[in-house]
C-alpha cells in the first residue's frame, strides 16, 4: 500500500491550560522521540490513535456524545495518562498517587476501563472542549495520515506532569506565544496544524476565554491545501475557523 492509498486513522489530543494569576496561561508540550515515525523530534500536545479499547468503553458508559466524538476524549484522556502522568477528565479519588497507578497500569497493557473500575474512578467527558478537528487529504504527502480531534482541558490541581522516556522525550509548560518564539528561533520545532493552534491559543488570556473562543467557532475538518500567492505556493486552512493565520510559504513548512 502506498502512502497515497493510506486510510486515515482517527486520533485525539488535548490542549492542557494551566492559568497563571495576571499573566498568559501555559500549555503542556511534549517532545516527540526522534524515532518515532510520526513527527519526530516535533514538540506537539499530548495524545495519540483511537484504539479499539476507546472504542469499547465509549459504548459502556453514559456520555450523550457521538460515540466517534466520546471515543476521541477518552482517548485524549488516556493519552494524558499515559505520556504526561495527569489525569484531566476524571472522577473520584483521581489523587496523584491514583493517577499514576493508572499509568502504570496502561503502561502494563491494561484497559483504561478495567483500571478505572478497579479504582472506583469515574470519567468526566464534558470537561474536555472541542477545540478542532484537522484531516489532511489523502493525497496530501505527509507520511501518516490522522483524522485528529484537538480538545482544551484544565490542568488537574495537585498533580505533576512527568514524562513518559519511551515516545516522548522532554516535557514543559510554556504559554502560545513562548513556544512560537523558540520555534522562530531554532530551538525547537513544531508541525503545521501545532504552529496553526499555537496562534490560535495566544490570543486566550485563560482558560476560560480559550473556552469561549472554541464555542464560538464551528469545529469543522481542517484540511489544508495548497495556493500560490503572491508568486509562491502557500499551505492554506480555511478563514472561518477562528486561525488568525490562515497560510504560510510550503517552503517554511515541517510536515508530519
Known sequence: MTEMDQVSRPAATVVIVRDRPGAAPELLMVERASTMAFAAG???????????????????????????????????????????????????????????????????????????????????LDTLTPF????????????????????LARAPAGQVASVDTSENVRLFWGTAADIIARCDAGQDHVIYPTRRNLERLALGACHADLVAHATA????????????????????????????????????????
Open 42 to 124: 516535533a514538540l506537539v500536545f499530548p495524545g495519540g490513535a483511537v484504539d479499539d479499547a476507546d472504542r469499547a468503553l465509549a459504548t459502556q458508559i453514559d456520555h450523550g456524545l457521538d460515540l466517534d466524538e466520546a471515543a476521541g476524549r477518552i482517548a485524549a484522556i488516556r493519552e494524558t495518562i499515559e505520556e504526561a502522568g495527569l489525569g484531566i477528565g476524571l472522577t473520584g479519588p483521581a489523587e496523584a498517587a491514583l493517577v499514576l497507578r493508572l499509568r502504570d497500569g496502561l503502561h502494563d497493557g491494561k484497559p483504561l476501563g478495567d483500571l478505572l473500575a478497579r479504582h472506583g474512578v469515574g470519567l468526566a
Open 132 to 151: 478542532a478537528r484537522w484531516h489532511p487529504a489523502p493525497s496530501d504527502p505527509v507520511r501518516r495520515i490522522f483524522d485528529t480531534r484537538f480538545y
Open 217 to 256: 467557532f464551528p469545529v469543522e475538518k481542517v484540511r489544508p491545501w495548497r495556493e500560490e500567492r503572491d508568486g509562491e505556493v502557500h499551505l492554506c486552512i480555511p478563514d472561518h475557523l477562528g486561525y488568525p493565520v490562515t497560510s504560510q510559504p510550503l517552503r517554511q513548512i515541517r510536515r508530519g
